[in-house]
């Protein structure tokens, strides 16, 4: 069962949103966030601004708008913190609603040559200045 509107945290855009990632702007399809777990400098999520589960439900239209966001957050990403490969991951048991965790890793950096951790312990979170700062930089790569 697929949740939807108030049990879908990306829709209902309330508490249980904002207390995993602070909303960096809008793109094309989707909305671009800062993951609050910062352990991977820069981690963000992009998530599709309507409901859908599965990428083979999109339109192609959708699907092409969808893949230009993530596209050009990796490369603000890469641009703003140097990262060696940038990492893409949608899993979405639990949250369904389509979202794009992007992951930026460094060869002498956490998880090099495997995956990120989803939800690395011990979590390291920022003050609210850490993450306007590095927000900053994303939307300085992004428009560049
Ligand atoms: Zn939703």
Redesign the pocket.
């Known amino acids: 069962m697929s949740?939807?509107g108030e049990d879908?945290f990306?829709?209902a855009k309330d508490e249980r949103l904002y207390r995993l990632m602070v909303e960096i702007c809008k793109l094309e399809t989707s909305t671009l966030f800062l993951f609050r777990e910062q352990t991977y400098r820069g981690r963000c999520v992009v998530a599709l601004n309507a409901?859908e589960t599965e990428l083979f439900r999109l339109d192609r239209e959708t699907l092409c708008a969808f893949s230009r966001d993530v596209a050009k957050t990796a490369a603000a990403l890469q641009r703003a913190f140097g990262a060696a490969k940038i990492n893409y991951a949608i899993y979405g048991d639990l949250v369904s609603?389509l979202h794009y965790h992007v992951v930026p890793k460094h060869k002498d950096g956490h998880n090099w040559g495997e995956p990120f951790a989803v939800q690395p312990s011990p979590a390291k979170h920022l003050s609210e200045e850490g993450y306007k700062e590095v927000i900053t930089t994303i939307k300085e790569h992004l428009s560049g």
């Open positions: 949740a939807h879908c990306y829709c409901h609603h």
